[in-house]
């Protein structure tokens, strides 16, 4: 006796999309630039920007960093405060 079963539709896995935040140098969410980012670069020409502004070009060392977002829900850093 055979039994006919259709495959399981299954659909496509996508991806969740990532998202970024920026972090002071206690690695908490950053207390002016506290926003999420679509992409690395976003948010971190948004650090620059504001860094340059407040802090000034010449200061050569970032002190702000950037976490992404994972698929459990934490956030892993990607650059660290003054790297």
């Not at 998202?19 to 020409?45: C, F, I, K, M, T």
């Not at 960093?65 to 790297?83: K, M």
């Amino acid at each position: 006796m055979a039994t006919s079963s259709a495959p399981a539709s299954r659909s496509p896995r996508v991806a969740p999309s990532r998202l970024y935040r920026l972090v002071d140098q206690q690695g908490n969410p950053h207390p002016v630039l506290d926003d999420l980012y679509e992409s690395l670069e976003a948010a971190w020409s948004e650090a620059l920007n504001w860094w340059q502004e407040h802090v000034g070009a010449e200061q050569p060392v970032v002190g702000i960093g950037v976490e992404v977002s994972t698929t459990s829900g934490d956030w892993r850093t990607l650059r660290h405060p003054g790297s």
